[in-house]
Each structure stands twice: as C-alpha cells, then as structure tokens.
C-alpha cells in the first residue's frame, strides 16, 4: 500500500530536498505540505496547506498521514527574539509531534541539532533539547530524532558567518577522526536522504541520530 508524507519545513534547504526525493519515489501516493508559503510548480501528488505554524492544531483535520518529516528550524540571526525562536524550534515540532500522536501516525522524523541538551546554560542548545524530550514524551512508534553538525548546501538567503565557517570547517574536516566525526559539515541532501531511509526500514533502533550515523544511514540506499 502507498503511504502519505507530512513535511514541514519544505520551503527551507533539508525539507526541499525531502521533497524532490519524495516526489519520485514511487512509495509515495501523497506528499502534504504545511508551511507559510506556497511552492510553484509542483505536481498532483503534493498537496499544500498554507497558514500559521505557530497554530498547528488549527490543520489537525487535514494533518493525516503516514510519516511526519518535521524539517523546521530557525537561526539567531534570522530569529534575533528569544521567545519567537522558541515558538518555532520548540514549539512546531512538539505541536507536530501531538498531532501525529492524535492522528494514529506511527513514525515521526524531526530534524534537532548536535548539541542539544535539556540541561544546557546556553539557550538555543537547550530550547532543542526540550524539544527533544517532549517529542520523546509523545511516544510515537518509530520517532527518530537527527543531530546534524553544520549543514552543508546552496540556501536561497546569504548568511555570511555561516558561509564562513562553512569554509573554516572544511579546511580542517581532515582532523575530524574517530570520536569527532560527529563535528565534520554534513550536506543537507545527506539529511534528507537518510530520512527517507529510515522511515523505510525496521532495522535501525536508534532514536537519537548524530552526524556522522546520519551520513552512514543515508548511503544505505
């Protein structure tokens, strides 16, 4: 039988990659978006919902699905208020969350961040790891939560410092050996991929996914 996919975030770097993937993947019958703005161009089988995700619960009658790929995330700079960055990197994916849990949806994937930690002093690292915690809280089935390093990839904006460091971490990538091959730049397309992967197999029992298991899940095509 196909399956429907829920993607949010897909106007943004991993969840547009999520969904050209998902497009020719004939597993899929349906791809539904939730997101602010709408995308051009895209054929029959994708479906867009388009409104505020800061009230998601307003779409729970149309939030049905499958799988959830929840691709949402902002930066500082881009979100320079503390309590705007909350609502939307800790309180859309757990909104999410809630809602595939009402809905009867058995996997749900979620993109945090290397670093994250309930405990955290530093705000940003913490904000993701009560994220993390209150997806966990849900107890869906299948939840897989990735910890990506720096994402690597073309993005539509221009963020300098982030270009930069894009730049410092790949000259040094070759030092990055053993226990530190969590901390080398992954490319956004290697997120989405081993998203899709593990939302198609049994075989992988981690919940939390670091970088560099990431890269490994997702060359498993």
Same mark, same amino acid.
């Given at each position: ?10 106007? /943004?770097?991993?969840?547009? *990659?999520?969904? &050209?993937? *998902?497009? =020719?993947?004939?597993? +899929? ?11 051009? /161009? ?6 867009? +919902?388009?409104?505020?995700?800061? &009230?998601? &619960? ?10 959830? +790929? ?29 809602? @595939?849990?009402?809905?009867? #949806? ?9 670093? @994250? ?12 790891? &009560?994220?993390?915690? !209150?997806?966990?809280?849900?107890? #869906?089935?299948?939840?897989?939560? %990735? ?14 410092? !982030?270009?930069?460091? %894009?730049? =410092?971490?790949? =000259?040094?990538?070759? *030092?990055? #050996?053993?226990? %530190? ?17 593990? @939302? ?22």
């Amino acid at each position: 039988m196909k399956k429907t996919a829920i993607i949010l975030g897909a106007t /943004g770097l991993t969840g547009g *990659l999520l969904l &050209e993937k *998902l497009i =020719v993947d004939d597993r +899929y019958e349906s791809i539904k978006l939730f997101s602010r703005s709408s995308i051009k /161009g895209l054929p029959n089988k994708v479906k867009q +919902y388009i409104g505020d995700l800061l &009230e998601l &619960e307003h779409f729970k009658n149309d939030f049905t699905g499958d799988e959830v +790929y929840c691709c949402i995330g902002t930066t500082a700079k881009k979100t320079p208020d503390k309590s705007l960055y909350r609502d939307i990197d800790y309180g859309i994916p757990v909104a999410a969350a809630k809602l @595939a849990k009402a809905n009867g #949806i058995s996997t749900f994937l979620v993109i945090s961040a290397m670093g @994250a930690n309930k405990k955290s002093n530093i705000f940003y690292n913490r904000t993701k790891g &009560e994220m993390e915690q !209150e997806v966990l809280n849900r107890a #869906i089935p299948r939840t897989s939560i %990735l910890r990506p390093s720096l994402i690597g990839g073309e993005r539509n904006e221009q963020r300098l410092l !982030e270009k930069i460091g %894009l730049v =410092v971490f790949k =000259v040094i990538q070759p *030092l990055f #050996i053993g226990p %530190l091959k969590k901390y080398r730049i992954i490319n956004a397309d290697s997120i989405a991929q081993a998203m899709l992967n593990l @939302a198609n197999t049994t075989s992988n029992t981690d919940v939390i996914i670091t970088s560099n298991d990431i890269e490994q899940i997702a060359k498993t095509t």
